[in-house]
């Protein structure tokens, strides 16, 4: 018997976790009928507005930052705004996504940004009015600035702002409403636990982040001269890091985005509290396009089904219990590098990694070298073993040892 990756959330049935987020990939009907032939078990409307500013964009509006290390490692550098569509307009792209979603059974849920208390209410009802299953409220979009009032980050960073625009949204309509979480806030817990107050069913942890390069000859900025929203593979441990504090602190679902790359990081968020996760870069900048979606879906359930898991709930959290506090983390127990001379190629760089004065090039066989580690002298650190790129170097010692697989 297959595991089964379906489920219910806030009264809403997903066939699957992988949500595709509000963004390119859904920026009208027609895209998000793609999510939908794809396997998404949930779409997320781009971004609409009252702004004409969010809704013209610029162009060129995306590059990558560290190209070299496409696919793996790598950054999206970015400057798109919301859905181009005024509401109105959205609405009719709305009504036809939902005709998708009900055929591939995939849940809908619309995404909105207001410039007053007034229009987050008309734009909320709107949505929902339009066939959305749930709602998420952007508060961490890393672009809206200088535009004279709240909203995106600038919004998610202040609690009570953010509590205030929740509870008016969600007393406004039926369906369940998640609020987006920025990554600038000086405590996305504490903007968690308000808009919970507030009223809100589910957050999103955690968007990207307001970020700036330049060109080195030049000074300029890149793209068009002004900030642009950064985020990548490399944001995953970010991410986990805040869905696993919100889901410790707070009874409340989440719905994990940024730093998706592979089906293992689906696994990982689901492992850290996440109910659904979340995808963008992924199907944007990867190989496969929406292909990738199918990739997350069956990795996902394979994974499960070889480690005895039927469903998502019983995986979900497992690494909350075994997370430390401080004051927890053993002190005592000692490790110690060791050299595995059949991988060494006698390059010398552990020598530039190690600050104890442990490693020394010795001579074997004439003039080849290979590393030594003097055991009595190394700290076990664990640098050289994390960084040799022959993995020459182990580390072991008398307690528990887990340098990850460095992926």
Known sequence: MRTDLGF?????????????????????????????????GGVIAKTVTFEP?????VSPRFTVLHKKGW???????????????????????????KKYCL???????????????????????????????????????????????????????????????TQLVVNSVSVPVFVKLTAEAVDPV???????????????AINRFPA???????????????FAGVGGPWMRPIALKWIAKIAREIDIPISATNGIWTWEDVVKAIMCGATTVQTCTAIMYGKKGFGIIGDFVEGLRS????????????MRGITLP?????????????????????????????????????????????????????????????????????YAIEITGSGAIFLGNFN
């Not at 591939?104 to 929902?128: F, K, P």
């Not at 600035?145 to 600038?154: M, P, V």
């Not at 994974?303 to 019983?314: P, Q, W």
């Not at 075994?322 to 001379?341: F, G, H, M, N, Y």
């Open 103 to 165: 055929d591939h059974g995939v849940v809908l849920i619309g995404s909105i940004s207001g410039s007053t208390t007034d229009n987050w209410v008309e734009l909320a009802q709107m949505v929902e009015g339009a066939g959305s299953d749930m709602l998420e409220l952007n508060f961490g979009c890393p672009h809206p600035r200088d535009l004279g009032y709240k909203s995106g980050q600038e919004l998610g960073s202040d609690p009570e702002a953010a509590a205030k625009v």
């Open 212 to 226: 700036l390069d330049i060109d080195v000859d030049s000074g300029r900025p890149l793209l068009h001269s002004t």
């Open 190 to 204: 504490a903007v968690a636990r308000r808009v919970q107050q507030a009223g809100a069913g589910g957050v999103t």
């Open 322 to 390: 075994q997370i430390k506090t401080w004051d927890a983390v053993d002190r005592e127990s000692r490790a110690v590098s060791r050299v595995l001379p059949e991988r060494c190629v006698g390059c010398g760089l552990c020598l530039n990694w190690c600050f104890y004065d442990a490693v020394s090039l010795d001579s074997v066989e004439g003039n080849r070298k290979k590393a030594l580690i003097a055991a009595e002298a190394c700290d076990g650190c664990g640098l050289c073993a994390a960084l040799c790129p022959n």
């Open 53 to 57: 500013k969010l809704q013209k964009y």
């Open 303 to 314: 994974f499960m089904e070889a480690k005895g898991y039927f469903s998502i709930a019983e």
């Open 71 to 97: 696919p793996h490692t790598f950054s999206n550098y970015s400057c798109e705004f919301l859905a181009t569509y005024t509401p109105a307009e959205w609405i009719n792209e709305l009504k036809l996504a």
């Open 8 to 40: 219910d959330l806030l009264g809403v049935r997903f066939k699957n976790p992988i949500v595709v987020a509000s963004a390119t990939p859904s920026k009208d009907a027609r895209y998000m009928l793609k999510c939908c032939e794809a396997g998404a």
